[in-house]
């Protein structure tokens, strides 16, 4: 057997080997019905009614009328909402933008139990984290029926799966125009006010732009001790051996041809 093609297999059979750790297993994966299917360039219906903070009915409609950030959360979890959210208030503190002048943040349970009281009281805390002023309709913590939940999460691609102890779901912002059109999804836990920033500046305009940074989430596992995410050391080794082993494999085929062509 050539030395090259030699070669070749040991690399495939380290990439087997690879494919059965827990970063690539089955069991580690998210169940199917979990994730986003991005609708970049849909409009959210924005005749649906919620009820805000204070216990008021809203109309969506009333509520974006700027760029508006959406944000999916559940108000029992004790785990990766409180974080999307405290990532959320971090970035609005440094962000150049002025709440209620050039964005709203629309904040929606989709866990039909949480009430405008529970609501009320996460609305306090994440505004004190801000650590800025928030005109009364910039930033508000909606709740509502099965069926508006259901509605709006369904037209945002934004699919959850309940739980004995609460729900699986994904984490991202999502960035509204004006209209109610979806333009960028933000993955992740912790942002950067220059993304933030774009993505409602691409917002007003309605310019819906595909996503190119997955892998941030992928990139980030739940510590069920510290109760935080962190880095998944094992999983970014593995894709990383991965692509050096893809690298690799086509250096050999692309050098293997230049030694036919020469002789």
Known sequence: MPYRLKIVFILLAFAAIYAETPAFSEQNRPPSGVGFDERLGDFIPLDLTFTDEQGR?????????????????YHSCSHTCPLLLAGLSEVLSRLELSPGRDFNILTVSF?????????AGKKKDYIKAAGRE???????????????????????????????????????????????????????ITFLPVDVTL?????????????????????????????????????????????????????????????????
Not at 111 to 119: C, L, Y
Not at 149 to 178: D, Y
Request: glycine share 6%.
């Open 199 to 263: 993505a409602l500046t691409e917002a007003s305009k309605g310019l819906p732009v595909p996503t190119v940074n997955k892998l941030l989430l992928y990139c980030y596992s739940y510590d069920p001790e510290g109760k935080r995410y962190v880095l998944d050391i094992l999983k970014i080794t593995a894709a990383a051996t991965l692509l050096f082993i893809l690298v690799f494999i086509g250096w050999l085929t692309l050098s293997g041809r230049k030694d036919k062509a020469k002789s």
């Open 57 to 73: 009915e809203v109309i969506l409609r009333e509520l974006i009328n700027k760029p508006t950030i959406l944000v999916f959360v």
């Open 111 to 119: 866990d039909v139990t949480d009430t405008p009281a529970v609501a």
């Open 134 to 188: 928030f005109p009364e309709r910039s930033w508000n913590f909606l709740v509502g029926s099965e069926e508006m939940i259901g509605r709006l999460t369904s037209a945002a691609g934004f699919r959850f799966s309940k739980t004995s102890n609460g729900f699986t779901h994904p984490v991202a912002l999502i960035m509204l125009s004006p209209k109610g059109r979806i333009t960028r999804y933000l993955y992740g």
